[in-house]
């Protein structure tokens, strides 16, 4: 469109969908495609917000000519000659409030001028914008699971814990807070605090004690373990 604007169908309507509509609206035309896949002649793009094991399906099904990107950060830039990925590396939720200048966007695409696209679009979003290659944007992908998957399951185990044993989870609010924000000003490692990083054997083996589930038992466990292992004593 002359004024710079850009019909961008949306495939899924999530978590992310939801997102993308309501962030780029502001400067561009988005619209949600129905299940048949039906797109407006006046259509510039494709963004896929669909499950890893539908991506491939239905980037396959949408017209070859048109620039086709999907949001999956495991998998592949598809086969496509206008195939790209467009990755936001954060995990959204439907009703959450969103600060999109805060979110990196990872771009990949097959042609320079379809990069330079992605690039704009996401620059109505953040500046937080990387080229980065399918085979490592797999790689940061793992990496992003542990940091935020990984931990958000560790505080679901944390408030069983305390529900167990009869103790108010909001106190434990404050130092999940402190927690990611420390890590990055200080970086993780030297962030690290606790009995394990101590080699506090007698407390460790208290808390051990004191966890009724087996597997979270065993998960604190080879969590200490790995703790130890990149704090070796010598290093105190």
Same mark, same amino acid.
């Given at each position: 469109? !002359?004024? !710079?604007?850009?019909?961008?169908? =949306?495939?899924?309507?999530? $978590? @992310?969908?939801?997102? *993308?509509?309501? !962030? ?11 299940? $048949? ?13 669909? !499950? ?18 999907? #949001? ?16 936001? *590396?954060?995990?959204? #939720?439907?009703?959450?409030? *969103? ?57 679901? *185990? ?6 167990? $044993?009869? @103790? ?24 690290? #605090? ?9 407390? =460790? ?13 065993? @998960? ?17």
């Amino acid at each position: 469109m !002359g004024d !710079g604007s850009l019909h961008i169908a =949306i495939v899924g309507k999530g $978590n @992310l969908g939801t997102h *993308l509509f309501n !962030g780029l609206s502001k400067q561009h035309t988005p619209y949600f495609v129905d299940r $048949n896949l039906h797109l407006r002649t006046s259509t510039d793009l494709v963004i896929v917000c669909v !499950g890893d094991d539908q991506v491939s399906t239905v980037c396959s099904s949408l017209p070859q000519h048109l620039l086709v990107a999907h #949001t999956a950060g495991a998998l592949p830039i598809q086969s496509g000659m206008r195939s790209g990925v467009f990755y936001p *590396l954060y995990s959204f #939720t439907k009703d959450a409030a *969103l600060n999109w200048s805060e979110v990196p966007f990872l771009i990949e695409a097959r042609t320079k001028e379809d990069e330079a696209v992605l690039r704009a679009i996401a620059s109505c979003l953040t500046q937080k914008i990387f080229d980065v290659p399918s085979e490592k944007r797999e790689k940061l992908h793992a990496a992003a699971v542990m940091v935020n998957n990984f931990t958000n399951h560790l505080y679901t *185990l944390a408030y069983e814990h305390a529900s167990q $044993n009869d @103790l108010p989870v909001e106190i434990l609010h404050a130092i999940m807070r402190q927690g990611p924000d420390k890590a990055i000003e200080l970086e993780p490692k030297k962030a690290q #605090t606790g009995p394990a990083v101590r080699f506090d054997t007698p407390t =460790i083996e208290k808390h051990m004690a004191s966890i009724i589930d087996v597997d979270t038992q065993e @998960l604190y466990r080879l969590l200490s373990a790995s703790i130890q292992k990149h704090h070796p004593k010598d290093e105190l």
